[in-house]
């Protein structure tokens, strides 16, 4: 592993590549258990007091040079509020006008952020130099490709501003009734007033799509066929008021606030939103008319170098398309090593691993119900694994965090483009509490053995967990996020339940448990293999199906949300091996002195970070 070209850090991965983990070495710590002992937190460096201030005013002004970008951010951190309330009334600026000045900032932030003297700093704020430095860099290498939808410290690599899971409208209904507060007159007309704007945004993304379509940028069919068919449905709300009038309007009669909110809403959304989405539908018509089943980026203009980035953007590192594929390989064998003998344990003694996971998920034992019964059933079952592992976090951490978070359903319209789960934190002030959003469109996506690891992923200790530590940092750190992180760590927590003992008495949930690991090795090589080796949608469906047993009807959206995404589903396996490299090195370097406990604390403490930042960060907690 090399270090990311956009990282600042002096740590190299080279320093991390003298301690290797071996792929048996990774495959005996997925089931370890750590002992517990005391040790120190971390030290922080001495400051001159008018330079550290100077840094921590430096870094909130670029942290609110962002927010002014995306100002949807501000409010689910709960932080458009007193001078900055006026964000609560804004949407992005999704023009091709827009993405050049959001840029632009990028290279003027990043300018400052390389140019302040560093010497004497804390070392958590030189961590947020180099965070703000990797992210910034990666941005603008990414602005610099001619087309799509370019995270900035997030997770969605999108050649394609408007298809299937990515677009206005999808994010922004959900946002406006889950992430928009109404508790007050001025709350409600901040809605309307992002009601008014929509359109714009809708008009912004439908230019940049055209541009896009206009140096040969379309999308392959099979995704236009279910961005089509979501528009439809959008459109089929909005056109009577629908979902985001609804919401307005049960809402500020909850909180009593008077007014003709309804009325205005819908004004709005049937007469203005409604055309700019049939708008964007007669586009991806267009786009349909001349679509190929081609999957992989490598089909589009310039696709090599976009699937390149991509790979950088979402690993934090230099691996290339080759050596994540023959990773995803050999992981996948050793982790199906110890699942054989497992299944062997329980009755399924012939066929490969993937034949009989597939057999085992035909296990009715293992079914939820049905329909709305069936959905009651999973939501009851998530709701008790959440009460379960929340009261195992004192035997991981040293300070343990809130854990403040709900379970919902995603909106039906967005189910069909949607993957099985996703969640992360709320807001900084606790407002609005951390989410895991699950699809519940056919409960034949979930098994009873599979969604204990589910939840550990989405919610505790992972997503919203880790997201809470990050929230207590400065604004800029709990803004930027890196996707090998954030998905490395989700991907080290459900490691971290098995090691608190949750499937010592159930060996299908471990068997559930390793199938999701084996999982992420198989997106190491379906990701790869769509987007580098040029393999088909069905090749890569089957490969996940004869390989790992998975379910066709979970596989689809899944392979789907790949060629969506190019890279991302490489993040999640890269990261939690680089966290289990990390625990290896601190284990050997602490000897008795190690204490899981601590590790973990050290690692969220040091917030969401590049992995090279990440080795610097647990360097300094090895030699505190």
Same mark, same amino acid.
């Given at each position: 592993?090399?270090?990311?070209?956009?990282?600042?850090?002096?740590?190299?991965?080279?320093?991390?590549?003298?301690?290797?983990?071996?792929?048996?070495?990774?495959?005996?710590?997925?089931?370890?258990?750590?002992?517990?002992?005391?040790?120190?937190?971390?030290?922080?460096?001495?400051?001159?007091?008018?330079?550290?201030?100077?840094?921590?005013?430096?870094?909130? +002004?670029?942290?609110?040079?962002?927010?002014?970008?995306?100002?949807?951010?501000?409010?689910?951190?709960?932080?458009?509020?007193?001078?900055?309330?006026?964000?609560?009334?804004?949407?992005?600026?999704?023009?091709?006008?827009?993405?050049?000045?959001?840029?632009?900032? %990028?290279?003027?932030?990043?300018?400052?952020?390389?140019?302040?003297?560093?010497?004497? %700093?804390? /070392?958590?704020?030189?961590?947020?130099?180099?965070?703000?430095?990797?992210?910034?860099?990666?941005?603008?290498? #990414?602005?610099?490709?001619?087309?799509?939808?370019?995270?900035?410290? =997030?997770?969605?690599?999108?050649?394609?501003?408007?298809?299937?899971?990515?677009? /206005?409208?999808?994010?922004?209904?959900?946002?406006?009734?889950? =992430?928009?507060?109404? @508790? =007050?007159?001025?709350?409600?007309?901040?809605?309307?007033?992002?009601?008014?704007?929509?359109?714009?945004?809708? !008009?912004? *993304?439908?230019?940049?799509?055209?541009?896009?379509?206009?140096?040969?940028?379309?999308?392959?069919?099979?995704?236009?066929?279910?961005?089509?068919?979501?528009?439809?449905?959008?459109?089929?709300?909005?056109?009577?008021?629908? /979902?985001?009038? @609804?919401?307005?309007?049960?809402?500020? !009669?909850?909180?009593?606030?008077?007014?003709?909110?309804?009325?205005?809403?819908?004004?709005?959304?049937? #007469?203005?939103?409604?055309?700019?989405?049939?708008?964007?539908?007669?586009?991806?018509?267009?786009?349909?008319?001349?679509?190929?089943?081609?999957?992989?980026?490598?089909?589009?203009?310039?696709?090599? @170098?976009?699937?390149?980035?991509?790979?950088?953007? =979402?690993?934090?590192?230099?691996? &290339?398309?080759?050596?994540?594929? $023959?990773?995803?390989?050999?992981?996948?064998?050793?982790?199906?090593?110890?699942?054989?003998?497992?299944?062997?344990?329980?009755?399924?003694?012939?066929?490969?691993?993937?034949?009989?996971?597939?057999?085992?998920?035909?296990? *009715?034992?293992?079914?939820?119900?049905?329909?709305?019964?069936?959905?009651?059933?999973?939501?009851?079952?998530?709701? @008790?694994?959440?009460?379960?592992?929340?009261?195992?976090?004192?035997?991981?951490?040293?300070?343990?965090?809130?854990?403040?978070?709900?379970?919902?359903?995603?909106?039906?319209?967005?189910?069909?483009?949607?993957?099985? !789960?996703?969640?992360?934190?709320?807001?900084?002030?606790?407002?609005?509490?951390?989410?895991?959003?699950?699809?519940?469109?056919?409960?034949?996506?979930?098994?009873?053995?599979?969604?204990?690891?589910?939840?550990?992923?989405?919610?505790i200790p992972g997503h919203v967990w880790e997201g809470e530590y990050s929230n207590q940092l400065p604004l800029i750190r709990s803004i930027l996020a890196f996707n090998s992180f954030s998905e490395g760590w989700a991907l080290y927590a459900e490691q971290l339940g098995d090691?608190?003992?949750?499937?010592?008495?159930?060996?299908?949930?471990?068997?559930?448990?390793?199938?999701? !690991?084996?999982?992420?090795?198989?997106?190491?090589?379906?990701?790869? &293999?769509?987007?580098?080796?040029?393999?088909?949608?069905?090749?890569?469906?089957?490969?996940?199906?004869?390989?790992?047993?998975?379910?066709?009807?979970?596989?689809?959206?899944?392979?789907?949300?790949?060629?969506?995404?190019?890279?991302? /589903?490489?993040?999640?396996?890269?990261?939690?091996? $680089?966290?289990?490299?990390?625990?290896?090195?601190?284990?050997?370097?602490?000897?008795?002195?190690?204490?899981?406990?601590?590790?973990?604390?050290?690692?969220? +403490?040091?917030?969401?970070?590049?992995?090279?930042?990440?080795?610097?960060?647990?360097?300094?907690?090895?030699?505190?």
């Amino acid at each position: 592993m090399t270090p990311t070209v956009a990282s600042a850090t002096s740590y190299t991965m080279q320093h991390i590549n003298d301690l290797p983990l071996s792929r048996r070495s990774f495959i005996a710590a997925l089931g370890s258990t750590s002992a517990l002992a005391v040790m120190p937190g971390c030290v922080t460096t001495p400051a001159t007091a008018s330079g550290q201030v100077a840094a921590e005013a430096l870094l909130d +002004d670029i942290a609110w040079n962002l927010l002014r970008h995306e100002p949807t951010r501000a409010t689910s951190l709960g932080v458009d509020t007193g001078v900055h309330a006026a964000l609560r009334s804004q949407l992005a600026d999704a023009s091709l006008e827009g993405q050049n000045a959001y840029a632009a900032t %990028l290279r003027a932030d990043l300018e400052r952020a390389r140019a302040f003297p560093k010497e004497g %700093l804390e /070392a958590a704020t030189r961590t947020s130099f180099e965070v703000v430095e990797s992210a910034y860099a990666t941005a603008i290498d #990414g602005f610099a490709l001619p087309y799509g939808d370019i995270p900035v410290g =997030s997770w969605r690599t999108a050649p394609y501003a408007v298809i299937q899971n990515v677009g /206005a409208y999808i994010d922004l209904p959900r946002f406006m009734d889950s =992430s928009h507060p109404i @508790e =007050s007159a001025a709350d409600a007309e901040a809605y309307v007033a992002r009601l008014n704007q929509m359109p714009g945004v809708l !008009a912004g *993304e439908l230019e940049r799509i055209q541009q896009a379509r206009a140096i040969g940028v379309v999308p392959p069919d099979f995704l236009l066929d279910k961005a089509i068919d979501q528009m439809r449905r959008q459109i089929a709300d909005t056109r009577s008021g629908g /979902a985001m009038v @609804e919401s307005l309007t049960r809402r500020t !009669a909850e909180k009593g606030i008077a007014g003709n909110w309804g009325d205005r809403a819908k004004t709005i959304v049937t #007469g203005s939103i409604t055309p700019a989405l049939e708008a964007q539908l007669a586009e991806l018509q267009v786009q349909r008319a001349s679509a190929d089943s081609d999957p992989g980026i490598w089909s589009q203009p310039r696709g090599d @170098e976009w699937y390149a980035w991509s790979l950088r953007s =979402s690993t934090t590192t230099d691996m &290339g398309p080759d050596e994540i594929h $023959e990773l995803g390989l050999s992981t996948l064998e050793d982790i199906h090593s110890r699942m054989d003998p497992i299944l062997c344990d329980i009755g399924y003694n012939d066929g490969s691993v993937g034949t009989r996971m597939t057999q085992l998920a035909e296990d *009715e034992r293992f079914k939820f119900a049905e329909g709305n019964p069936g959905r009651a059933q999973i939501m009851e079952f998530i709701e @008790e694994r959440v009460d379960w592992i929340r009261a195992q976090m004192p035997r991981a951490f040293r300070r343990v965090a809130p854990g403040n978070l709900e379970v919902r359903r995603l909106p039906p319209a967005e189910e069909p483009g949607a993957p099985t !789960a996703y969640g992360g934190a709320g807001s900084v002030d606790g407002m609005v509490p951390g989410r895991m959003w699950i699809n519940l469109r056919t409960t034949d996506l979930h098994r009873r053995y599979d969604l204990p690891t589910l939840v550990h992923h989405e919610t505790i200790p992972g997503h919203v967990w880790e997201g809470e530590y990050s929230n207590q940092l400065p604004l800029i750190r709990s803004i930027l996020a890196f996707n090998s992180f954030s998905e490395g760590w989700a991907l080290y927590a459900e490691q971290l339940g098995d090691e608190l003992g949750a499937y010592e008495d159930n060996p299908a949930w471990q068997l559930g448990y390793l199938q999701g !690991a084996a999982f992420r090795a198989c997106r190491l090589v379906v990701d790869t &293999g769509l987007h580098h080796k040029r393999w088909g949608r069905e090749q890569s469906i089957r490969f996940f199906m004869d390989r790992n047993g998975n379910k066709r009807e979970e596989v689809e959206s899944e392979v789907d949300r790949y060629c969506s995404w190019p890279g991302q /589903a490489t993040g999640y396996m890269v990261g939690k091996q $680089e966290i289990l490299r990390q625990r290896e090195r601190a284990t050997v370097a602490l000897g008795g002195q190690y204490d899981l406990r601590d590790f973990n604390q050290s690692v969220v +403490d040091g917030g969401n970070v590049p992995l090279d930042v990440l080795a610097g960060n647990i360097t300094r907690y090895i030699g505190s």
